[in-house]
């Protein structure tokens, strides 16, 4: 019985460290996978006259491909000066806008979003209606609740005031008008 218990337990350690090797194979090559078809993807969109932004910050008009050197050149100028820079395609970082148009958006880690994912403009400018709505009356509740808060301060300050003009001199009590002599005064 011992034997067996031994026996199995010398095959099992270098099942599971194959297992956990190649899960970790798996784990790191498939997102490796999917970034490189996203990055394929945007540059079979990339065309002469696409707006590309590139790793290195420079953000301009493609204007020259080269697919057997994978050169393109771009213009980070404008139409009336420019300024070409040659680069190589693996520099482009997104493309902002697409020559036919289409500007596919990309996340920062490369990835496309879908376009029925995407907010539209009248979506996001009614959400900020109603958010500036929310704070408008947020305002106005905050100013209701100072007004209150500031006259319940002044009730409590004439109670105070009217306490403190009753004042005990020798066993009497006089109102109004507080005498200074140097005798002490209790309240």
């Known amino acids: 019985m011992i034997n067996l218990i031994a026996a199995a337990s010398s095959w099992i350690m270098p099942v599971m460290l194959v297992g956990l090797f190649g899960l970790m194979l ?3 090559i ?7 078809k996203q990055a ?3 540059m079979s969109t990339l065309s002469v006259g696409s707006q590309v932004r590139t790793i290195g910050g420079f953000v301009g008009i493609v204007c020259a491909i080269d697919d057997a050197t994978n050169i393109l050149q771009l213009n980070v100028g404008t139409e009336e000066n420019p300024v070409l820079v040659t680069l190589d395609k693996a520099a482009i970082y997104t493309v902002v806008n697409s020559a036919d148009g289409e500007s596919p958006v990309v996340t920062e880690a490369g990835a496309v979003i879908e376009e029925d994912s995407i907010v539209s403009l009248d979506d996001a400018e009614e959400a900020a209606k109603s958010a500036d709505k929310k704070a408008e009356k947020a305002s106005k ?3 209701k609740d100072k007004q209150k808060a500031e006259a319940q301060d002044a009730e409590v300050s004439e109670i105070f005031e009217e306490d403190s003009a009753k004042v005990e001199v020798e066993g009497e009590i006089v109102l109004g008008e507080v005498n200074e002599s140097d005798e002490e005064v209790s309240l």
């Open 40 to 42: 394929q993807e945007m």
């Open 141 to 143: 509740k905050a100013k």
């Open 30 to 36: 498939i997102p490796q996978k999917k970034r490189k």
């Open 26 to 28: 798996v784990v790191t």
